[in-house]
């Protein structure tokens, strides 16, 4: 994520805003072109969720909703006590997940009806308020339908949850990422000998059955060594799994580096040796402002995992000091970063070509 500036002031906004802090403006995020415009300037109107999920971005031209709003099919029921509040939490999650795609240049299209398969849409659900007996909504993904249990916007609920399934991190931009990744694998890697196998090399035969993958998992846990090739516990239950959880660290790791770019924030002795490389060649000495595109997708991984490192090992421990939990609970390994930089490689290649590759090329 990156910060915004108001367009009547030059004011700093933030993802979030919906009116200038400074002029009183109301404004709008327009997620083409991935910053602020002024609410009803030039044919620009708010989305029709706005005062239902206090959702700040502008309409499409010509339509109702939003680019964001537009993906959902059904939305919990508002006459539900404590449901609004829940949706608007769900909605602020899923616009940063949406953001991460837009700037990746990925495919954010909606499913146009049940059979569309290429199309992504969202139910959010809660589970029925019948008590025990009803259905349980639970969250997953399935042919580019994202279902979410709303009970996750509550952070008790989520926190008792995560404690149950073991999880050392559990939040609904995770949620979101997470099951993202689980579409974007059929888009860009199922259909796709090359790119198959390439996958099958680092994250195993995703033929295994699934249903007794998740079954043997959730009976017996992972194995007490999970940590040297996996990121999460949960990432052995099948490769697909892996896949979600490595595609979403992928997303936490560079989003939060781009706010770091975007904030200046230096990264310790790392960020000031390229600073001064960077500075001495071309201003003598005067140290410059981080350029504004960040681009941390088209950077080679192992700089994105240098930074990384340093951030996360630096926030874990600010944290600490406040009495928080860390920041980052993850170790990544040596097998687990050559996933990530699988990640990071076809992420740079839809950046730079589009989703359609070159048939010569493994990506
Ligand atoms: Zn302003
Ligand atoms: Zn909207
Ligand atoms: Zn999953």
Same mark, same amino acid.
């Given at each position: 994520?990156?910060?915004? /500036?108001?367009?009547? %002031? ?7 805003? #919906?009116? $200038?802090?400074? *002029?009183?403006?109301?404004? &709008? ?21 706005? /005062?239902?999920?206090? %959702? ?7 339509? #109702?909703? $939003?680019?964001? *709003?537009?993906?959902?099919? &059904? ?44 199309? &992504? ?243």
């Amino acid at each position: 994520m990156k910060l915004f /500036d108001c367009p009547h %002031c030059g004011h700093r906004l933030y993802f979030e805003n #919906a009116q $200038c802090l400074n *002029c009183a403006s109301p404004v &709008l995020y327009d997620p083409a072109d991935a910053r602020f415009v002024l609410s009803g300037a030039g044919g620009v109107f708010q989305c029709t969720n706005a /005062d239902e999920c206090a %959702c700040n971005w502008m309409a499409e031209p010509g339509h #109702a909703f $939003c680019r964001a *709003c537009e993906l959902n099919q &059904l939305i919990p029921d508002l006459s539900v006590d404590g449901n609004r509040r829940r949706w608007i939490r769900v909605e602020a999650a899923k616009k940063r997940a949406i953001y991460s795609l837009l700037a990746a240049g990925l495919p954010v299209v909606p499913k146009r009806n049940a059979g569309d398969e290429a199309g &992504l849409a969202f139910d959010f659900l809660a589970d029925p308020i019948g008590g025990p007996g009803g259905a349980r909504i639970l969250t997953g993904h399935d042919n580019g339908l994202i279902t979410l249990n709303v009970a996750e916007a509550d952070s008790a609920e989520r926190e008792r949850r995560r404690v149950e399934m073991g999880e050392n991190y559990r939040t609904l931009l995770g949620h979101f990422r997470h099951e993202l990744g689980h579409y974007y694998w059929d888009r860009l890697i199922r259909d796709d000998p090359q790119r198959l196998a390439a996958f099958r090399a680092l994250f195993g035969d995703e033929r295994v059955d699934y249903e007794q993958a998740l079954k043997t998992y959730h009976a017996k846990g992972a194995a007490p060594d999970w940590q040297q090739d996996h990121i999460s516990a949960y990432a052995t239950s099948h490769p697909w799994e892996d896949w979600a959880e490595t595609w979403a660290h992928h997303l936490h790791i560079t989003d939060t580096l781009e706010m770091v770019h975007a904030l200046n924030f230096p990264l310790g002795r790392l960020e000031t040796v390229e600073a001064n490389e960077l500075s001495r060649s071309d201003t003598g000495g005067e140290l410059q402002p981080a350029p504004s595109e960040p681009a941390a997708v088209l950077e080679p991984f192992e700089k994105v995992l240098a930074r990384w490192l340093v951030l996360s090992e630096a926030s874990n421990s600010i944290n600490r000091c406040m009495g928080l939990p860390d920041l980052y609970p993850f170790v990544i390994s040596e097998v687990t970063a050559r996933k990530l930089a699988f990640v990071h490689e076809l992420l740079t290649v839809v950046k730079e070509t589009g989703t359609k590759r070159e048939p010569a090329e493994a990506f």
